[in-house]
């Protein structure tokens, strides 16, 4: 470069040099981008949505029908209740700094079907601890007579500290008082029949966790892991609305033996009202729910077997 170039590149910087620094001064700049929380997705329940930036001072304008905010939109000063699909967008501005660029974040929420469900169902089971229910269970045969048990008692479900447990405390079969204990615990499954005062124990039990929940505290993910899940449609049982999941389970091996299961769900609470579950072309069992209290104490000792010297012990 001549000296000549050089003298006047030297000159223009100098000559802009008071303008850069007013511009581009410590602390100065572009206002950041606002931030949403909760951030965009789909979701099954309202949200109040908070609006947040990080440069000090700012003032965020924003949108929620998608249209570009100004300085002349409203003005965040509280939580945005979002209760349907919209898109908020947002800027903010701050004194000595370029208007931020806009922020946006879309709140989908899905209409009343499957995945509406099983989002209420995840929902559910965060705040799910116990529950317990009077049931009525009736397994049916239609081949090659008509045959049905009937089976009536008390189950318990509960879940802390990332264990869960149930039992399920038979009072009455057919009409005659025969008491039996079905409980899961620990990972193994325990029957103990009173009357012949024998215990028997399943003790590779832990895979089919996720079986013992169908209904009672499993989240929508939990469902969708092993089940591949269609939504039938909504039933008032009980002067509930419930919702009603037909439900295939991936698994080839216990297809085999359970081709399907109906649940009537109320996804509010995470718990089933009704349960038809097919084991084939001539047999089914069909379990009622009633009485259910949601996270409740629960009696004690109700997963705890107690057994005396002469229990007949059985493991399997």
């Known amino acids: 470069m001549h000296k000549a170039s050089k003298l006047v590149v030297l000159a223009s910087i100098a ?29 099954c329940s309202v949200q109040a949505v908070k609006i947040d930036d990080t440069t000090p001072n700012a003032t965020i304008y924003y949108t929620t029908n998608g249209e570009t905010p100004t300085t002349s939109s409203t003005k965040y000063s ?36 499957r995945e509406w469900v099983l989002c209420k169902l995840d929902e559910a089971a965060k705040n799910f601890r116990s529950t317990q229910a ?7 045969e239609t081949d090659p007579i008509y045959e049905k048990d009937v089976q009536k008692g008390t189950v318990y479900y509960e879940r802390k ?19 039996k204990i079905y409980a ?31 209904g009672f505290g499993a989240s929508g993910k939990d469902l969708e892991q092993m089940w591949e899940i269609k939504y039938i449609g909504s039933e008032i049982l009980d002067g509930v609305k419930t919702e009603m999941l037909e439900m295939v389970p991936k698994d080839p091996a216990i297809r085999k033996n359970l081709s ?16 038809v579950l097919n084991f084939g072309p001539t047999e089914y069992k069909v379990c009622v729910y009633f009485n259910i209290r949601v996270n409740e104490p629960l009696p004690v000792g109700v997963f705890t077997i107690k057994t005396n010297s002469k229990t007949v012990l059985v493991n399997r």
């Open 184 to 214: 899961y615990t620990g990972g193994a499954v325990k029957l103990y029949e009173p009357l012949i005062n024998q215990l028997t124990t399943f003790s590779k039990a832990a895979q089919y966790e996720s079986w013992f929940m169908l």
């Open 78 to 113: 509280a939580p945005i209740t979002v209760s349907k699909t919209a898109t908020i967008k947002a800027i903010a501005e701050a004194a000595g700094h370029e208007t931020s660029a806009v922020g946006s974040s879309t709140y989908t929420f899905h209409v009343h079907d």
């Open 161 to 179: 500290a990332g264990a869960f447990q149930m039992s399920a405390h038979i009072s009455e079969f057919n009409g005659k008082p025969v008491p």
């Open 260 to 275: 399907k299961v109906t649940l009537w769900v109320d996804p509010i609470r995470g718990v089933s009202l009704k349960q």
């Open 134 to 140: 009077d049931f009525q269970f009736d397994s049916v």
């Open 15 to 43: 000559l802009f040099l008071p303008v850069t620094r007013t511009l581009f001064a410590a602390g100065d700049g572009r206002v950041a981008t606002p931030v949403f929380s909760p951030s965009g997705g789909a979701y």
